[in-house]
């Protein structure tokens, strides 16, 4: 039987019903594909996969990113390693918030991701939802000016540099994402290597601007943020306990949404490496 895809009202994003990811054949995996470039989300309900079917999943778009050394896919929870609720302050909690901004995941990688999948395992009674935003769509509603203003401007990224604007120092050596080299250096518009359509590459990792003021650069990236992040350029997720969603790094922005932390929230993550062909940084 074939999948049945239903487009969400926003730019961005399709859910999927009608089909088991964990026994995909290669018809069921090339209309998921054709999706993925079209939609850039794909959101399938109640699949429940096991963890090894995730990852089999994921290498259907391409090789691991490697998060940790241990696993190939990452939870993100506020539950420590002794079951115990994590407190706010600490440094897993620390990153967790910083992940309800704006951002592309890895950007601050020399090789920046493709895709990220992400299953729900646990989930809290409101909140944490996560949210997408659809760069694609707002390069083409830019203005010829700002067209213009961005085509050729670079700007550098940072996990560092993006902790440090929420109050949150990071040493170097602290864990996977904080980059010890030069901050990673990204063209603003991206051209995406499957369908040739132009994104703003941008984010909370993007701080500084090659050749330009700081304060100015940031007022730039305020405002283009902001332009990108809003309907109909944006999607909610409400997450269910089995569900599993892939997105597309290289033309969406995502954010997760704040939920009550005395609430237990599972997820589990597994990234996938852009190709050194279009995703590795200009410094690389
Ligand atoms: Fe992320």
Aim: charged share 25%; aromatic share 8%.
């Amino acid at each position: 039987m074939a999948l049945t895809i239903q487009p969400t009202a926003s730019t961005l994003g399709a859910t999927i019903t009608d089909v088991d990811l964990a026994t995909l054949d290669e018809c069921g995996w090339r209309d998921v594909e054709n999706a993925f470039n079209e939609y850039a989300l794909l959101i399938f309900p109640g699949q429940a996969l096991s963890e090894s079917a995730q990852i089999s999943f994921a290498k259907r778009f391409g090789e691991i990113e490697v998060l940790d050394k241990n696993t190939l896919t990452v939870p993100l929870t506020n539950k420590g390693a002794d079951g115990k609720l994590l407190a706010d302050d600490t440094f897993r909690m620390k990153l967790l918030a910083g992940n309800e901004g704006w951002h592309t995941d890895s950007s601050y990688m020399p090789l920046s991701a493709k895709a990220s999948v992400l299953s729900a395992h646990v989930v809290p009674s409101s909140g944490g939802q996560t949210e997408w935003a659809d760069s694609r769509a707002a390069y083409d509603k830019l203005d010829e000016t700002r067209k213009d203003q961005v085509q050729d401007l670079t700007a550098y990224h940072s996990y560092f540099y993006s902790q440090a604007k929420l109050g949150h120092e990071v040493e170097v050596g602290a864990g996977y994402g904080f980059f010890e080299g030069d901050p990673p250096l990204r063209p603003l518009v991206k051209v995406h290597p499957e369908t040739g359509r132009s994104a703003l590459y941008i984010g909370r990792h993007a701080g500084r601007i090659a050749g330009m003021d700081d304060d100015l650069a940031e007022k730039l990236l305020s405002e283009l943020m902001t332009f990108i992040c809003q309907p109909p350029r944006t999607y909610t997720h409400t997450w269910e306990r089995g569900d599993i969603a892939v997105w597309d790094n290289r033309c969406l922005l995502h954010r997760a949404r704040p939920y009550d932390h005395r609430e237990e929230r599972v997820m589990m993550h597994t990234r996938i490496k852009g190709d050194p062909a279009t995703e590795l940084a200009l410094n690389a």
